[in-house]
């Protein structure tokens, strides 16, 4: 055997071997962003969670906009449930100091209670039906790379 067909010989098997492991290294998961609203409102608070057919799963906060990332979200259909949590009532601390009749301020909160930045967040309830992947209603095709996936409840 001459020397330039063994060199070819060997390029040939690592090229063979190279589309053989190929399919192996592609992406797993996907990445997706989105905004939750419930009843047309964005949701302020909890968790997106996107659940794979093979049992993975991966989730994402919602911020105070509403908006949330699930950076490693299992590809191929994945059902889809929100969290915001226990639901209870929202009670404030109580204050305990030599005058009970008026609440400590905060430096930098305003006279009228209200701290400049909007509204204060409230807890948002959502059916428990969300809470389930089997019951929620929602689901989504995940691909490789970037995707976009509004969350609309009821």
Known sequence: MSRTFSARLLCGGLVLLTLVLLPGCGSRTGYVSGKV????????????????ADGRSDSGNIDAEGKYVVAQAPVGVVKVTVDTGPA??????????????????????????????????????VPEKYKDPDQSGLSFKVTGGKQTYDVKLD
């Open 37 to 52: 609203t419930h009843q047309g409102q964005p949701l302020t608070s909890g968790a997106v969670i996107f659940h794979g």
């Open 88 to 125: 209870r009532p929202v009670t404030p601390p109580k204050i305990v100091g030599p005058k009970r009749d008026d609440p400590a301020k905060h430096p930098g909160e305003k006279a009228e209670g209200n701290s400049g930045k909007g509204p204060p967040r409230k807890a948002i309830v």
